[in-house]
């Protein structure tokens, strides 16, 4: 009898796996054994776990060269590592699974000699043991596919708290994720509100430069406009109808004063062909402000006494009304394309500018357009300014000039 090497063997979790190679290596030959040769074979097996402390290799499990008429059996020694910390346990019961399986050798040994000669008693009697050896490691088996089912119910306990610990992380993680979205959202508001201040910012610095550039200039500002005479008595006239010239340039004086070419929408006003209708649809629009505003300040209180031989129409204008009348209507179209002029320049040109001519200057037809001399015949002679009528415009590089009532030179003086 004689049982095939055995490697070195280290303990492995699966321990079935390890039970189906023990299977292979252990496999008994039978070499034909007889009583005489064997007279006891219960020495040969010493268990390789007991009580003593297991020692790193366990050496062999029968004594040293046991012989009978020069003939030796003993089963080769297993040879194994001890596992050390937390796989101590399961090298135990590796151990445990070793000596079963010797255990199942010597008794098969018996088996053998129980067969030459045959005794049936000894037969019977090893045959048990065999089965209750097989039995231990059935019953091994069924612990370890016991302990296996225990394992995966903690496992699968443990995964189900995880999973719900993984569900309340990744909501908890759409919370912030929604919060940080409003946050962005916000900051993002924040910073056009920010860009949008800081070009309000940069417009009035822009515009106060103008300002101290055109106070440096040579045109009139809106302080020197408003030290002129309103009506030009003084002013000599080519002409008697002439004088005309004169209240038009009072009514554009008195409408332009005090104004400032800024952006604004003016399509709530252009849309309607008669502009009372746009009044009465926003009575309290910046149009409707700058129609009473103007119509209290070109309208004087004297004027209006003497064409109506009342003041209704400075009473309702002066409480928020607009009357449907021909002469207040004919005074709002003119209002609204002095509206429209304002707020489209500078819609068209932010930097667009309007400036104004003074009395006793030179013509200059490069600025001044005359309304009473052609331009050919100005342009020969010389020749004054006795006033302005309208102030000129400049948006980007279109300049639209000045008009003005001229008279020569030699004429004025």
């Known amino acids: 009898m004689e049982c095939s090497n055995t490697k070195l063997i ?31 074979l219960h020495h040969l097996h010493k268990p390789v776990c007991d009580n003593a402390s297991v020692s790193g290799n366990t050496s062999s499990v029968a004594s040293d060269d046991n012989r009978s008429h020069g003939q030796k059996i003993h089963p080769h020694p ?26 199942i050798k010597l008794a098969y040994l018996e088996l053998q000699q ?16 065999v089965s209750a050896e097989l039995e231990k490691l059935c019953k091994f088996k069924v612990e370890y596919k016991e302990k296996q089912c225990r394992i995966a119910m903690l496992n699968a306990g443990r995964f189900d708290r995880l999973r719900s610990e993984i569900k309340a992380k990744e909501a908890l993680l759409g919370k912030l994720k929604g919060k940080n979205n409003v946050k962005d959202s916000k900051i993002l508001r924040l910073r056009q509100e920010l860009h949008d201040l800081e070009m309000v910012n940069k417009n009035l610095t822009e515009k106060i430069k103008r300002i101290n ?27 008697r109808g002439d004088k005309k010239y004169a209240f038009e340039a009072y009514i554009a004086r008195r409408m332009f004063h005090g104004v400032s070419l800024r ?6 006003v252009v849309k309607f062909d008669d502009p009372i209708d746009a009044l009465m649809e926003n009575p309290g629009s910046d149009f409707s402000k700058f129609c009473r505003t103007k119509y209290l300040l070109v309208v004087h209180r004297t004027m209006e006494e003497s064409f109506f031989g009342n003041l209704d129409h400075r009473s309702l204008v002066s409480n928020g009304k607009h009357p449907r009348t021909e002469f207040y209507q004919l005074f709002t179209k003119m209002a609204k394309w002095v509206w429209v002029l304002l707020g489209s320049a500078a819609s068209i040109d932010p930097n667009a500018t309007m400036f104004y001519t003074d009395n006793g200057s030179m013509f200059s037809s490069l600025y001044m357009e005359s309304v009473n001399v052609e ?14 009528i309208m102030p000129g415009i400049k948006i980007g590089q279109t300049l639209v000039k000045s008009q003005v009532y001229i008279s020569k030179q030699s004429e004025a003086l």
């Open 10 to 40: 280290k303990p492995n979790p699966n321990i079935s796996e390890i039970v189906s190679k023990l299977a292979k290596v252990c496999t008994l030959k039978s070499i034909g054994v007889f009583s005489s040769e064997l007279p006891n």
């Open 78 to 103: 297993i040879e194994f590592e001890v596992p050390k910390g937390e796989g101590f346990c399961a090298g135990l019961e590796i151990m445990k699974i070793f000596d079963v399986v010797s255990a």
């Open 114 to 129: 129980a067969h030459i000669p045959y005794d049936p008693h000894k037969v019977v009697s090893a045959d048990k043991r």
């Open 213 to 239: 550039k055109m106070k440096n200039a040579s045109v009139s500002t809106v302080a020197k406009f408003h030290e002129q005479k309103w009506i030009e008595n003084d002013a000599v006239y080519v002409k």
């Open 263 to 268: 952006s604004y929408d003016v399509g709530d």
């Open 375 to 388: 331009r050919e015949i100005a342009e020969q002679g010389t020749y004054s300014v006795q006033f302005m």
